[in-house]
């Protein structure tokens, strides 16, 4: 979805954007109509000309004149994203790695990037909802019909609330659709949308219930001195090699190392040798941890 731009706030810069295409170079566009600075951000995506093509882009700088003739410069699309979806520090690594392996910067990029995004994707995943108006909720709407009790009942729902997504409304009525429809059409309710762990379920900084969590074993003797070691260089790097077969208890290592430095509030990133090994130890973290986890890899 093309992101809108204030007509109020435009400018006219030149925008430098790195293109998927076997060309060491970047491509010159004028900034979509009615595009601000604040908006122009190294980073984001954009929809733009490309041959007799629209094709995604990233920019990568804005700049105060072309050395193309205004005539020859094309003007970009749409923005797709609010904010950018590759940060500055990396953004200077790809343009630093297309220079130093002579790699044309517009494939470098591109393969730094998810798929989905390549292909112009929303970056953040969001969620239908329902609010009742401002109009409704200043109590400047007309009375629903008494005969209405489902939409009265669904007015009274969400007036105890923000809003609410499709799984809180289906608890309330398996109709639901039908009535929110109605709803929108007389100007009662308004759709908008939110981020996942938003709509259902709780947030990373809200509290979890651990009590279903599986309890961990008593370590073996050799397991504890792995631990001990492997804490004991918290703060700096050293490497450890933990050697063992199947089933000596390895991960068992791992899960309580990684206790240890969840409880300091840090971070820990696992690596999994096999894409196929991966639900099972996710399952195994999710049992034993009550802290969000995060799954990448190329499938996703």
Known sequence: MDKPCDPRRAVNPVIAVAVDAPLRQLFDYRPPPGCSEDQLLPGVRLWVPFGRRRVVGLLVESRPASQLPQSRLKTALGLIDDVPVIDPSLLNLLRWASDYYRHPIGEVIAAA?????????????????????????????????????????????????????????????????????????????????????????????????TSALEPAPQPTPEQQLAIETIDGARGRFEPFLLHGITGSGKTEVYLRAIERVAAHGEQSLVLVPEISLTPQLVARFEARFGTPIVVLHSSL
Request: aromatic share 6%; proline share 8%.
């Open 113 to 209: 990037l998810p798929a989905p995004l390549r292909h112009g994707a929303e970056a953040l995943e969001h969620t239908d909802a329902w609010r009742l108006s401002a109009q409704a909720r200043e109590g400047g709407m007309p009375d629903l019909p008494s005969r209405a009790t489902r939409l009265r009942e669904l007015v009274g729902f969400l007036q105890g609330r923000d809003w609410a997504d499709a799984v809180a409304l289906s608890d309330l009525t398996p109709r639901w659709r039908e009535h929110v429809r109605e709803l929108e059409r007389r100007g009662w309710v308004t759709r908008i949308r939110v981020e996942p762990h938003t709509a259902g379920g709780p947030g990373p900084s809200e509290d979890r219930d």
